[in-house]
């Protein structure tokens, strides 16, 4: 076999973004509608587009500087252009994403008032199908190039996931930040003190909350996915690497590999949700997510079968399996977590739990406060019990690189989850929009049931994105660990009762709660600069609650983005500097334990946060359903500020731990060669 | 030396208890006051001694199944007599102190309205102090014959860590239940619904609510201390048991003489205390609570280089220590560890971030809840960093040996501490009763004044009890490390890139969600059924609300007795049955990675529970106190819902985490011998 079949990867990423583009071209050639809709498209989309180049600028000053220390450091330049690299190839899927949904979200709700539900949803989820293409093309073009182009030299190659992970701890915080302020101080304004309903045109916050929407759920969630992917491939290349074994070089271009599968797998099952999306929106969405990953890993079995040829030493059933059956079997384990994850985070966000949450609305906020507290705390339960289950498994059939091949697993099929991920915001968008453009109720129905349907794809995809975030920085520190054994020629070891582990965990658990401290801070802050502007605009602009005046809605833009940048800084600067700090500074055996203590704590907390943001949001809409005497009564009022609460929970503290877990990760993994 | 010197510490014990008996007399000999007053503190003693009667009769059951099954595995009768001794002696505390407390607390009332705030501080820090005697008394008394009974058997002595554990888990867990589904239930109907003041006669819940004080603050505060008191002496004498080294038995009967020490330091802070208590109550307690410590720790010193003679290892400014210079620097380490989290503590539920929830107030409850949030989060990095230097300076000064001995030095002075601890609920009922029995208003200001001082000095004790509980935990999970090495003949090897042991890092963190989650339930459902008894109430008694007709009170003391007996067992299940279910099941790895992940997690959530709900509960009073427009402000109603969240944070679920990582770390101590 020549090393030709190494260029696969990027091309069929090409021939992804092809796909990416025919799709963008059937979405623009949808009515953009009349000029009213055309008008607010156009600030959404223009408020959301000032942000990304706002934010890439700062972004571009820290990842030069990144780039620049690891250049002039011992790491030296081919890990420098692995970090550009990284940096470039998911900034690039991110705007393209914001491009397209931001385009797609206007579509939709004029494809709602001409042409009904089955258009709608189509380009609602073409817009998201964009970004999903993206983040799966630009990983394997962006890796799979580097790979190509150093010939496998597996250290350099972590710089990539570096880079994409500083561009996701960015995105992630920067875009909470944003869209949460937005939507704290436009609902708290709005619905509690002007008793306008949601989205109402005379509320100066509402582009801002819509921009928010794009910003937070599809450039920060994007860059969050795209981020694990990378992240999962970049750390079994690392094991594999350490490996003596002869089929190394199948082992680390499998995960790559893999990747190319689950793309076209994505692809042919954005092709099946289409077909059936003249039946219900739940039901072709649900086909298409599952027929993704069944056709993955078939066609995974013959793949690995042809890349790892060694036998293996697991006994199933009296028969020795194949390494490559092992493999598979770890592959089939972490593509099933994944989806466990989904339906338990669907069931404490979607079922009895809000319920119970809603009903609690009826002795006043404090106890929606508390029952949704402890439905949190509850529901990390079973997605920990499923990733122990899914680490056991692995590392049983082929040890840790088991842990990072079932991250693989989880990822890959990344084009699909990632498209139905992102047509929630562009659904929510277009209910905005139809409703700042005063669109007749049919259309705020259509809109309306694309939008719940978002919400609970949204919610599973979170759960999704914890548990891969998780198992992916799993397979990073393992890969840090082999590096630095590998560099001393001794093992690392980290047990839990040396004293500067110990220490090590400790810092590594204290970190999440800073992190979560600092971005729940900014939400604060910032929602409190939005709300005194609301109210002043409120009061000093003759004529606005009656709908006489016009809103000066850039100011709130402009409030949200500079509150966003300002504070996404020093999260950032922390994530990025521990590692550093902790290795350089106490050793590699700290460094171990601030990785294993922040592993644990981050995914607690990211499980935590976002189930009970997601109750949270889903009590309120189920008393707003009609249950319990609706909108308007005090239980009403009580489940409001659950999810008042709740939105920064979910969109904004909660997701940056799965970044900050994936960013120390990354970055130690990177520095490994330097720890002494 | 003849081993005569062994029966020190149960001498001192018995004299230490007849200190408190005398202080019983002295509180027992002040007013009771007026009919009327007599009656309301015959209730609340009344249903605090049937919830106690209640309590045992569970604990007991429980407690003899424990025994049972200890008595009949290879653990032995010995360890069963150990676990019989520690929870007979945690009982006892418990029971004295409650005692003792809900007379002083009638009498504290009574001393303000007829003799002035002098007197009424000393009944109220009289109450508390026999509560702290008794404590440090009992775990001498027991503990110390134990050991002398036993000549130092350090496997069997564990046990007694046990049965004190078990009876803290009941009295915390059934305790924090109790208090809270009361308080909550009473203020969420009688201040916002009925609008009525807090402690107001009319309300129904209000008897169960001062009851709850004592059933939560004293009996479960005070077993808590135990438990961590005892634990961490303990977990000294194990790990010294194991060392090959001269000074063995010194350094095993050192943690007993350094207790006694502390309860002869404790008494004179006591006196001193008493003697200055004519200037201000907040001086006075700060000068005695400074003064022990000092003793206590200049004492140490003398005794210390008695019983340890070796040289150590350790050089500082040129010179050599000693192995006895050593072990006081890790003593004096863990003393002033303790004093500087408890002020961390103070910062942060006392100072500017209770203003800035306060303000956060202004723009609704929802953004009081992020704020106190963040400001919980951000509490926790500050006592860790503290943690870590402890964990830092101790480890190097003398192995994990000076984590234990650290933990001892920070717990001797307990006597002083837990008397101040339980003074606040002293001062906080003598100010119910006060209101209750419609005293004049001067009245309500000195105990206003005594209770305002004594949320500060619970909330400085509650950081300091976990902090202590936290290097107690640390310390018997090291014991364990060395017991499971010494059984096996080979060293446990707890290394984090171990599947295993990582799989028991994410049990042992889910764990501290899963029971905290149970503990918020419960307290939300309890209070649920209180409400609906209170409303019931005020419909259907005619008269009530008017002040013409009688509540039915002991009706709600049954709702919150019941509610905590059956909602305390789960956890305390789950707690005493994960070690021996991970340990035997899964391994001695998996179950050292269990402690170690719930020992992070648990004092992560100890931390951001307790200092949340207590900056919550200041933030209200300082609203109250006329700031930000006062109470009967939208503010004002903001901060309640705060402080209601924050009751089952700060009362319940978050002292629960304590006692759950020093359960399951000497249960699993206990059942070392067991693990192959």
Redesign the interface.
Known sequence: MSDSYLAIPPILGVLGLFVALGIYLVVINFPEGDEKVKKIGDQIHLGAMTFMKKEYTYLSIFALVVIVLVYFSPLGEDTALAVLAGALSSSIAGWIGMYSATKANVRTATAASQSGAESALSVAFYGGSIMGLCVASLGLIGLGSLYYILSGDAHSIEGFAMGASIVALFSRVGGGIYTKSAD?GAD?VGK?EAGIPEDDPRNPGVIADNVGDNVGDIAGMGSDIFESYCGSMVACIAIASTLAIADREGMMFLPLSLASLGLISSILGIIIVRAFSNSSPALSMRIGTIAAPIIFVAAAYFVINILVKEMGTTVLFGTVLSKAQEIWLAVVCGSAGGIAIGLITEYYTGSKPIVKIAE?GQ?????V???G??????S??LP??C??LI??IS??LTD?YG?GIAAVGMLSTVGITMAIDAYGPVADNAGGIAEMADMPSETREITDELDEQGNTTAAIGKGFAIGAAALAA?AI??AF?SSVSSKRGVPL?????N?I???G???G??IP??I???T??A??DA??EM?NEIRRQFKEIPGLLEGNAEPDTAKCVDIATSAALKKMLLPGVIAVSAPPLVGLGIGAEAL??ML??GL??C??MAL?MANAGGAWDNAKKYIEKGNLGGKGTDTHSAA??GD??GD?FKDTSGPSMNILINVMAIVSLVIAPLLS
Do not use: R, W
């Not at 002795?363 to 106890?367: F, I, L, N, S």
């Not at 507290?373 to 509850?378: E, I, N, Y």
């Not at 070891?493 to 009762?497: C, F, K, S």
């Open positions: 704290v708290l509690l609690s002795t006043g906020p404090a106890t406060m508390i029952t507290l402890s439905v949190g705390m509850q990390v339960v920990i019990a990733l122990i680490i056991y590392t049983q840790l842990v799993l520190i393992a660990v070891e980290l047990m839990l009762d004293p582990v110990l220490i965990i400790f810092i658990g204290a709660f800073l979560a401290s600092i729940m801070t939400v604060g929602a409190f709300i171990g334990g294993a203590g644990l704590v995914v607690l935590f409001v500020v008042t609460v920064p």
